[in-house]
């Protein structure tokens, strides 16, 4: 059973927006505030990345490529972290995996193309 599933993929011209979601299906809200969950994203011919992480405190970090332009937040009620992009460029297309630590849970991924 997938414990991990994102949403909110699909296809934008550059420079829109789109808003990724992972809800963890099985994990109760007191546990899941603990975690540190992350998301990252793998291009074709390429390693997977870091694009983003949260912890349970909110200290948030982000890769260079997308400082300024995404945002990653969390609803530990819902259980779900967010990924909210912006200025959205032909280098973000990839696979977005949503990642949770500790443990080493993954998604399986939510395919963004930005494309005109």
């Known amino acids: 059973q997938v414990q991990l599933v994102e949403s909110g993929g699909g296809l934008v011209q550059p420079g829109g927006s789109l808003r990724l979601s992972c809800v963890d299906s099985r994990s109760v809200g007191i546990i899941f505030r603990a975690f540190t969950m992350g998301w990252y994203r793998q291009a074709p011919g390429k390693q997977r990345e870091l694009v983003a992480t949260i912890t349970s405190g909110g200290n948030t970090i982000y890769a260079d490529s997308v400082k300024g332009r995404f945002t990653i937040s969390r609803d530990n009620a819902e259980k779900t972290v967010y990924l909210q992009m912006s200025s959205l460029k032909a280098g973000d297309t990839g696979v977005y995996f949503c990642?949770?630590?500790?443990?080493?849970?993954w998604g399986q991924g939510t395919q963004v193309t930005v494309s005109s």
């Open positions: 990642n949770r630590e500790p443990g080493n849970v």
